[in-house]
Nanobody, 125 residues
Framework: QVQLVESGGGLVQAGGSLRLSCAASGIIFRANAFRVNAMGWYRQAPGKQRELVATMTRDGSTNYADSVKGRFTISRDNAKNTVYLEMNSLKPEDTAVYYC??????????????WGQGTQVTVSS
């Protein structure tokens, strides 16, 4: 069982910054054949569908939504199976519940995508 625990959300004024963290843990990591590949962040605003914010593969390749390019930075610590999202120049439209996810592989075989419980980010104008 893999668990993703997010932290770092909160209330911030427009133009401010927040840093989200998401740590993956679970007994499955004791088995060397299993590893986390891509990790990422998604968000869901009230009344809207969940959308991609940023993802990062294990080797460091990144992908960002156009709306956050130049403002948000994703990073990760593979040894800790932790992914971070540095959010700068926040706007009210960034207000949403932010979810992290992680793709679990066994060797080269994709097994499952795990999701965190979400953390609220609220940007006031």
């Amino acid at each position: 069982q893999v668990q993703l625990v997010e932290s770092g959300g909160g209330l911030v004024q427009a133009g401010g910054s927040l840093r989200l963290s998401c740590a993956a843990s679970g007994i499955i990591f004791r088995a060397n054949a299993f590893r986390v590949n891509a990790m990422g962040w998604y968000r869901q605003a009230p009344g809207k569908q969940r959308e991609l914010v940023a993802t990062m593969t294990r080797d460091g390749s990144t992908n960002y939504a156009d709306s956050v390019k130049g403002r948000f930075t994703i990073s990760r610590d593979n040894a800790k199976n932790t992914v971070y999202l540095e959010m700068n120049s926040l706007k009210p439209e960034d207000t949403a519940v932010y979810y992290c996810n992680a793709d679990l592989y066994q060797g080269a075989v994709y097994k499952y995508t795990y999701w965190g419980q979400g953390t609220q980010v609220t940007v006031s104008s």
